[in-house]
C-alpha cells in the first residue's frame, strides 16, 4: 500500500510538472496511455489483488492519444476503486483496444457490503473522462451484489503531423 501511494504521489507531482508546461511537445508523451495499461494489471497483483485480467491491444500505434491516455486513467481509477472499495475480493478486468471495435473496459467485483450503491468522485470521474472523447460509462450492480462498470471508447485516429 506504501508503494502504491507513493507511486500515486510521483506521478501527481509529475503530472503538475507538466501541467505547468502547457506549451511542451512532450506533454503527451508524459502522460501514460495504452502501452502502460499491462503495468496496471502487473501493479494490481503485486499490491495483492486477487485479479484476472485480459487485455489485447492491436493497432496501438494509430489510436489517438488523447483516447489511449484516457482508457489507461479509466482502467486505473477502476482498479484503484475496487482494490479501495472491496479489499481482498476477486476482481475480473477485460480490456480490449482494437481499431474495428475501439477501447472496451470491463470490471467487475464482488461488493463487500450489501448497502446501497452510492457513487463517488471516482465514477463521476471516469464518466466525465469517457464522455470527453465521445465514450460512455454504464455502472451496475446485479442481482448477486457483483459491482460492474463497462466502458467503450471510440476509436479516433490519432492525427499525422504534416512536415513543415
Known amino acids: 500500500m506504501r508503494e502504491s ?3 500515486t504521489a510521483s506521478d501527481l507531482r ?18 501514460p496511455g495504452l502501452d502502460a495499461v499491462p503495468g496496471l494489471v502487473d501493479e494490481s497483483i503485486e499490491a495483492g489483488m486477487p485479479l484476472v485480467a ?4 492491436e493497432g496501438e500505434s494509430g489510436l489517438d492519444p488523447f483516447v489511449g491516455q484516457t482508457a489507461h486513467r479509466i482502467t486505473q481509477e477502476l482498479l484503484t476503486n475496487a482494490r479501495r472499495h472491496a479489499p481482498g475480493a ?3 478486468l477485460a480490456f480490449v483496444a482494437r481499431p474495428a471495435d ?17 457513487e463517488g468522485g471516482g465514477l463521476t ?3 466525465e ?3 470527453r472523447v465521445d465514450g460512455e460509462a454504464h455502472v451496475t450492480v446485479d442481482d448477486e451484489g457483483n459491482f460492474r462498470v463497462a ?4 476509436w479516433r485516429q490519432a492525427q499525422r503531423m504534416e512536415p513543415r
Open 5 to 7: 501511494a507513493a507511486r
Open 14 to 31: 509529475s503530472l503538475l510538472s507538466v501541467l505547468r508546461r502547457p506549451d511542451d511537445p512532450d506533454l503527451a508523451a508524459a502522460v
Open 54 to 57: 485480459t487485455v489485447r491491444i
Open 90 to 92: 476477486g476482481v475480473r
Open 102 to 118: 475501439g477501447v472496451t473496459i470491463e470490471v467487475a467485483n464482488r461488493r463487500r457490503e450489501q448497502s446501497a450503491h452510492v
Open 125 to 127: 470521474g471516469v464518466r
Open 129 to 131: 473522462r469517457a464522455a
Open 151 to 154: 466502458v467503450r471508447l471510440p
